[in-house]
């Protein structure tokens, strides 16, 4: 089993809609967890952190479930920029800080 | 990303050739990790170091090396490079328990 897994897509969902990515991940002991985005092959950039308790930064709302060990995005009124391959990233202390990335999701957004 | 730096970023190779990729970072992190990342594979991790003088296998040390002589400088060494190990290679620092910083990429075919 992968140390943490993503639903590849690609997601193909027209302007406005939302879409919501699910990530799952193994290792129990795993402590912070993030939202990347990375364009085109481009470095990745930090679209958010994930807390506990839960976040939201204007239309994306990101979410922690450490009981069942997976950690939800959710992009409302979706834009063309958009567009992107989200990537989740979990944080694993074995010994050192590792990042340990999913395989990222491909949306598109249709105008 | 003005803090970390990758050079080269773009370079070709004949199999068997040598080569280095030198990663460095201005803002004193102390962890700094090696990826390459592959189409529908994600990012995954090479090698990575937390602190200068030390360094660690990820999930795909085989056929590179590294160094963290200085702490703003790792390495990353191909000795006689294949086919397989074209891919784009991202480098990434981290200060703690924030955010990774990454590097723009640099683009590695052998042929």
């Known amino acids: 089993r992968k140390e943490v897994e993503q639903d590849p897509g690609p997601f193909n969902v027209p302007e406005g809609a939302t879409v919501a990515f699910n990530c799952t991940y193994s290792?129990?002991?795993?402590?912070?967890f993030f939202w990347y985005r990375q364009d085109c092959r481009k470095e990745p950039k930090l679209l958010m952190s994930?807390?506990?308790s839960g976040n939201e930064d204007g239309r994306f709302t990101a979410q922690l479930n450490r009981a069942s060990q997976y950690i939800s995005l959710l992009i409302r009124d979706s834009k063309l920029s958009d567009s992107a391959t989200y990537l989740c990233?979990?944080?694993?202390?074995?010994?050192?800080?590792?990042?340990?990335f999913g395989q990222g999701t491909r949306l598109t957004i249709n105008p | 990303n003005a803090g970390v730096t990758q050079t080269p970023k773009f370079r070709v190779l004949k199999t068997g050739q040598s080569m280095t990729l030198l990663c460095a970072q201005d803002?004193?992190?102390?962890?700094m990790y090696w990826y390459r990342q592959d189409p529908g594979m994600g990012l995954r991790l090479i090698h990575y170091s937390v602190g200068e003088g030390t360094t660690a296998k990820g999930e795909v040390p085989d056929g590179y090396n590294v160094s963290r002589l200085k702490k703003q400088n790792f390495l990353l060494g191909l000795e006689s490079a294949a086919p397989s190990q074209t891919s784009v290679y991202f480098c990434?620092?981290?200060?703690?328990?924030?955010?990774?910083?990454f590097g723009q990429g640099t683009r590695l075919t052998v042929v």
């Open positions: 990233v979990v944080k694993v202390p074995q010994g050192a800080q590792k990042l340990v």
């Open positions: 994930v807390y506990s």
């Open positions: 803002m004193n992190h102390e962890y």
């Open positions: 290792n129990s002991a795993s402590q912070s």
């Open positions: 990434a620092t981290l200060p703690g328990d924030t955010e990774a910083f």
